[in-house]
């Protein structure tokens, strides 16, 4: 398993994929903690998960340089995450015993009432992308309901993987809360199979996530899926163009465009096309792409050459089925997995970058006649995790979003993921919610208590 920093190609570290015997005997060591760990108390879990975002905080330069150097997002991308876990941590800490507080309800029994049990030892398995966020955002709710957990990590960002394992022990926590597996992919099945394992949660392609519910499916174990978006950013004729340029530029290529939650189809009345795609094309022409440790850098490399592969299949197969090139859409002689900002307008149902999802830094544009067009246009997509709405009608904009078929909606905002609010999808989004009071109940024992 190597670690290669995907602005150079260079190999970093390489890391010894797990044995079965090590696996079994993390996997024991997890499932035997949980019985000590159920029993603390929500202050103790507490005050260990403050300690966490203190770390964070403290060694965010360290981390930081980690995860751009592992997946090769902009330095200031990577801080901005590292800041953003150690939110997630705080923010549990401090509500989790309110969320989680027995639940009284008049029947007629003399006392009925709900209460939320931990369930056991959560299986993880986490994507590249975003490589402590996603997993800081699964890892922090699930602690703190009482459960122990495992993390199959993308083998890309093994050394993200191993730094939040040191960190939560470093924090106080018991070893054997939290582990990490260094294993392949090949590996997971019989892992999620394994009785100790209660339940999984997953973000990742719509085929990884098909695979991991077939499997759980026959073990009848609890699932969360976060899978692909192709997120509409729907501009209506009374929109703030220069809001929606700047935003559009921050949701497209954020990551290097390599997020679910990114804009990714921007579905603009016709009216305010020309006025939109002007003021877009010159801002991103002046996008600064380079070394992702330096701080003016805007866009960095995708994370394996193979995406830049398959980005630019994407983009030659709509320009070849009558989409149109506006800036860049080349492939260009770097030493590292670079991919050019590439804005396509004229595009079409049936081309790869209006019915697939596109993992890069690339902006599709599809012109639409009118409000109603524009929604059918949003929902005429497999996935549905979020959406934006562009308009100065709140009121209006209020009752679209309710025909929108995604899991969020964000009217004048860039779609994002807040610990305060349930974040996940529909459709091929997958299913389940991560997040607020939501998402840490997917992982609890509902349990109704009655009393005669």
């Known amino acids: 398993m190597k670690s290669i920093n995907p602005a150079t190609n260079e190999v970093m570290k390489e890391y010894t994929e797990y044995s079965f015997e090590q696996i079994d005997i993390i996997t024991n060591e997890v499932h035997k903690e949980f019985y000590q760990w159920r029993q603390t108390s929500f202050s103790e879990r507490s005050n260990l998960m403050h300690q966490v975002a203190i770390k964070l905080r403290n060694k965010i330069e360290e981390y930081s340089k980690l995860i751009t150097l592992e997946m090769g997002k902009p330095i200031f991308e990577s801080r901005a995450e590292v800041e953003k876990c150690a939110w997630v941590c705080d923010y549990y800490a401090e509500n989790t015993e309110s969320f989680l ?23 993880a398995i986490m994507p590249w992308n975003f490589p402590f966020w996603q997993v800081f955002r699964f890892l922090a709710p699930t602690i703190m309901t009482g459960n122990t957990a495992l993390l199959k990590h993308a083998s890309n960002v093994s050394g993200c993987a191993m730094a939040i394992e040191k960190i939560f022990q470093e924090s106080g926590f018991p070893k054997n809360t939290f582990r990490t597996l260094l294993i392949p992919s090949k590996f997971v099945k019989n892992i999620i199979v394994d009785k100790r394992i209660t339940a999984v949660t997953l973000t990742g392609s719509e085929f990884a996530g098909s695979s991991v519910a077939e499997i759980t499916g026959k073990s009848i174990k609890k699932t969360v899926l976060e899978l692909g978006g192709s997120d509409p950013f729907i501009i209506l004729d009374d929109a703030d163009i220069d809001e929606c340029v700047d935003v559009a530029i921050t949701s497209r290529f954020m990551n290097a465009g390599q997020s679910c939650i990114s804009a990714k189809r921007f579905i603009v009345v016709e009216s305010r096309i020309e006025e939109f795609t002007e003021k877009l094309v010159q801002k991103v022409k002046s996008l600064k792409m380079g070394n992702p440790l330096d701080e003016t850098t805007q866009i960095g490399p995708l994370a394996k050459i193979e995406f830049v592969e398959e980005i630019h299949k994407q983009v030659s197969c709509s320009v070849e089925q009558g989409a149109k090139l506006l800036t860049d859409g080349k492939l260009h002689q770097f030493s590292g997995n670079f991919y050019p900002p590439t804005i396509l307008t004229n595009v079409q149902k049936g081309m790869p970058v209006y019915d697939e999802e596109t993992f890069g830094p690339v902006l599709a544009i599809i012109p ?6 524009a929604i059918d246009v949003a929902n005429d997509s497999e996935f549905g995790l ?67």
Do not use: C, M
């Open 386 to 452: 979020g959406a934006s709405l562009w308009t100065s009608n709140l009121e209006n904009a209020e009752l679209l979003a309710r025909n929108i078929e995604s899991g969020s909606v964000f009217i004048n905002g860039i779609v994002k993921s807040d610990p305060r609010l349930p974040f996940g999808g529909v459709k091929k989004s997958g299913y389940g919610r991560e997040l607020s009071h939501y998402g840490i109940k997917e992982f609890a024992n509902i349990k109704t208590i009655w009393i005669k």
């Open 368 to 373: 639409v006649k009118n409000i109603e067009e």
């Open 101 to 123: 507080q027995n639940e009284f309800i008049e029947t007629d029994a003399s006392k009925s009432y709900i209460v939320y049990d931990p369930i056991g030892v959560v299986l």
